[in-house]
């Protein structure tokens, strides 16, 4: 069974950083695709942004994040990695570290097999 442990969620003024860490058990995260997804009080869980391999290597964000959001992976470390920069309130949720051996549309849940256990972030004054 793979466990994606997420770490790095916190408090954070508006236009602050934050940079979220996710680690896999039992695979190497250059073998599998890999994404973030949050979900805020009362709303559906949304995508956010992943790294594919399958299709030579690409990144996909969600458009409100684009510019801002940066997802990396270090396969020295064995962790994905997503830099949060100029931070909003609307930011603001649960983010959740989602991977499968192939993630053929990034943009939905079901193609994800594997989910960490969320980490909350908070963007306010």
């Known amino acids: 069974q793979v466990q994606l442990i997420e770490s790095g969620g916190g408090l954070v003024q508006p236009g602050g950083s934050l940079r979220l860490s996710c680690a896999p058990s039992?695979?190497?995260?250059?073998?599998?695709?890999m994404g973030w997804w949050r979900q805020a009080p009362g709303k559906e869980r949304e995508f956010v942004a992943a790294t594919i391999r399958w299709n030579g290597g690409h990144d996909y964000y969600k458009d409100s994040v684009k510019g801002r959001f940066t997802i990396t992976k270090d396969n020295l470390k064995n962790m994905m990695f997503l830099q949060m920069d100029s931070l909003k309130p609307e930011d603001t949720a649960v983010y959740y570290c989602?991977?499968?051996?192939?993630?053929?549309?990034?943009?939905?849940?079901?193609?994800?097999?594997?989910w960490g256990q969320g980490t909350q972030v908070t963007v306010s004054s």
């Open positions: 039992a695979r190497t995260v250059s073998n599998i695709d």
């Open positions: 989602g991977a499968s051996e192939t993630v053929v549309v990034p943009h939905i849940t079901s193609a994800y097999k594997y």
